[in-house]
């Protein structure tokens, strides 16, 4: 766990107010590489102080939309806008964005100082504030000690930390972050996670973060922009991507779900609720409470999160509920979790999820088990694309 | 406690491993140190009319004393006292200086357009720069004697663009321009290969990190490109100048009479005056030379590693 959360994470929604102006827009991005299209045609508002996140396995366009903002690559079509002005044609070294590299691209042949004094002096700050400014930076990464080493003196953790504060150095309008914890072990990455949003707090900077981590994404994100092949799936806080998916891919990529293909059977005034959908999985009837364009005979897939599925060696007193029955085919044991994978009469298998609240060796279900698995009417999903 | 390389099987004593470092070893015994020696002696002799040419080397361990009182060291006296020496010294040192920096301007941006160019081309340039070891030095450098000469192929080309009238012709060969040009065609490919397997190593992110930081690209070359291909320059630099300063061959055929250099005269004393003490101690005086630069070289290379 972090050391210290830093101040209470505030309210913050700029995109729920429609008269809120993006600071930065993608307005109908395409990119294509020879006949390979990147992006594609793509639409996006990113608010000032906002962290925001890229997210989607790697070739999905994350890294070129980015690396479009920094400068590096220009869109073959459309246009991007900061602070609504169009940054078109201009080249790098003179964008107010500033990036950090998966890489660090740290300069070798200088020592964490001159890295991070590297930036202000190309804008020929006098000597005595590019030093004040390294050394407030250094003092906000907690490497002082370390400012005459050269890069390959120091420790993963410490060069993320160096290429971090080079980046920061600039004050840019918009800190660009390019996979910046895949190369740090678990922990330090969950530890710096949190320092990253803590940074990005205190210094109330616009942060734009390119991963394929989905847990790294809804820890640290304000938004969410999920990503597949060129074009954005969903954008949406971390808890809305993750309890209302818009599609199977989004519901698939975050996370751990059931999907079951099925059709609808009616909608609304059936089960004499508004909102009720009744989906038939092929044989098993499940019923989930939303509002839903779907209407009788839509083939829809029914989604529900493990973690939200219980499991039961007795037979629901409500038979009416939804409710499978199945023959418990593997565990998973995660320490906090333990993962049933329930086996149905046709072959499908359900996954379950059961905190370990108590610290029992032997569980009372296991291998073989027939079990009931039941989960509420608002637990599910429809998902029509 | 004991330490983990005493039991490391690799750190045993291994009588093939020692066969395999002393193989270099011998090989540089046999063929640097044993010959030099015997130039150092033989420029602590004295001439004489005979067959070689100088006061025996080593008459036995009972003449050891007469041996040591022999050795004289007048040949370099000699060397010091006769201008015509020291400028031929001086003389090699500029021509190599200036052609080492005329081969860096001009292999620095071929290795550079190398390394930048696509990595399926990239052999296939590497090959084209190789390409001129498959023809004979010797033919080489002959070739550049058909293409200077006053009725050369260049006079012709100069004509046929109208750079020069009809009875005109350049004056390159036997001069040393033509020297310089010989140099720096030879040696292109040892200064070329160095830079680009630094140039080539080089992380371009580097370059996307010093323009994301405001850098502009010209200013970010000599802040980062080239700072990190200084290895690369050092051992060209080291690699064409060291064998330039005692080039014979090319002065030789390309340079005029008043080209100095100091093989030329190396082999003007051994074969012309056939005075081989003073030859030698003319080599010797040249390696000593030569033996500082690689000194700085060998520096550089271990602060690197």
């Not at chain 1, 953790?157 to 004050?171: D, E, N, T, W, Y």
């Not at chain 2, 005329?102 to 340039?125: D, F, K, Q, V």
Request: proline share 7%; hydrophobic share 45%; aromatic share 10%.
């Amino acid at each position: 766990m972090a050391k210290s959360l830093g101040p209470v994470k505030r309210k913050f929604s700029p995109w729920a107010d429609p008269s809120a102006v993006p600071f930065i827009r993608f307005e109908n991005i395409t990119k294509r590489f020879g006949t390979f299209t990147a992006v594609d045609n793509l639409t996006l508002d990113i608010y000032e102080r906002e962290f925001f996140s890229l997210l989607g396995p790697s070739g999905c366009g994350k890294t070129t939309l980015m690396r479009m903002l920094a400068g590096f690559e220009e869109p073959t079509e459309g246009r991007i806008l900061l602070q609504g002005k169009d940054i078109s044609g201009v080249p790098p070294y003179r964008r107010p964005t500033n990036m950090m590299f998966q890489s660090y691209a740290l300069f070798p042949h200088m020592t964490v100082e001159k890295n991070v004094a590297f930036g202000l002096e190309q804008d020929n700050l006098p000597k005595g504030e590019v030093a004040a400014r390294v050394e407030e930076m250094l003092k906000l990464v907690k490497l002082e000690q370390f400012a005459k080493r050269k890069p390959n003196q120091l420790s993963g953790g410490q060069r993320q930390r160096v290429a971090l504060a080079r980046s920061l150095a600039k004050r840019p309008k918009v800190l660009l972050l390019d996979e910046p914890l895949g190369a740090l072990d678990k922990k330090l990455r969950e530890e710096t996670q949190f320092e990253l949003m803590d940074l990005q707090t205190k210094l109330g900077l616009t942060f734009l973060i390119v991963t394929h981590d989905q847990e790294e994404a809804m820890t640290v994100s304000d938004r969410i922009a999920v990503m597949d092949k060129g074009l954005i799936m969903q954008v949406a806080t971390p808890a809305e991507i993750y309890e209302a998916p818009n599609s199977r891919y989004v519901a698939d990529f975050i996370g751990d779900i059931n999907i079951l293909e099925g059709t609808v059977t009616s909608t609304d005034s059936a089960l004499g609720m508004p909102g009720s959908v009744r989906i038939d999985c092929d044989g098993i009837a499940v019923s989930v409470e939303q509002e839903c364009q779907a209407v009788k005979g839509d083939k829809v897939a029914f989604a529900v999160r493990p973690e939200k599925v219980r499991i039961s060696p007795d037979q629901p007193a409500d038979i009416s509920a939804n409710a499978v029955y199945g023959e418990v085919w593997d565990i998973g044991y995660l320490g906090d979790f333990s993962v049933f994978l329930v086996k149905l009469a046709d072959g499908r298998v359900v996954r379950a999820a059961q905190a370990n609240v108590s610290r029992l060796v032997d569980r009372p279900i296991t291998f073989g088990d027939m079990v009931w698995l039941t989960w509420p009417l608002d637990a599910g999903l429809v998902l029509t694309r | 406690m004991a330490s983990v390389s005493e039991t490391h099987p690799a750190n045993k004593p291994n009588p093939a491993r020692w066969l395999v470092v002393a193989v270099p070893y011998l090989w540089l015994l046999l063929f640097f140190a044993a010959p030099f020696l015997i130039i150092f002696k033989i420029s602590l002799s004295e001439t004489t009319i005979a067959m070689p040419p100088y006061t025996p080397l080593f008459e036995g361990f009972g003449a050891f004393g007469d041996f040591v009182s022999e050795l004289d060291f007048d040949n370099y006296l000699f060397l010091t006292g006769d201008p015509l020496y020291i400028e031929a010294y001086l003389s090699s040192l500029r021509i190599a200086v200036i052609s080492t920096f005329l081969l860096l301007l001009i292999g620095y941006p071929m290795a550079l357009a190398m390394a930048r160019a696509p990595t399926m081309l990239r052999p296939t340039l590497v090959m084209l720069v190789i390409l001129p070891f498959w023809t004979s030095f010797l033919i080489r450098v002959y070739a550049w004697i058909g293409i200077l000469k006053p009725d050369g192929l260049l006079t012709l080309l100069f004509r046929s663009v109208g750079l020069l009238g009809v009875d005109d012709q350049v004056q390159i060969l036997r001069t040393d321009y033509a020297v310089f040009i010989g140099i720096v065609y030879s040696y292109l490919p040892f200064m070329v290969l160095p830079l680009y397997s630094a140039l080539e190593k080089m992380d371009n992110t580097l370059l996307e990190a010093a323009s994301d930081l405001g850098c502009p690209p010209w200013k970010a070359f000599w802040k980062i490109t080239f700072p990190l291909s200084l290895p690369g320059v050092i051992a060209g630099s080291m690699i064409c100048f060291i064998p330039i300063t005692g080039e014979f061959v090319i002065p030789d055929l390309l340079g005029g009479a008043d080209t100095l250099m100091i093989g030329k005269t190396l082999w003007t004393e051994f074969f012309g005056n056939r005075d081989w003490p003073l030859a030698s101690a003319v080599a010797v005086i040249l390696l000593i030379m030569l033996v500082v630069p690689i000194m700085i070289f060998q520096n550089q290379q271990k602060k690197v590693a």
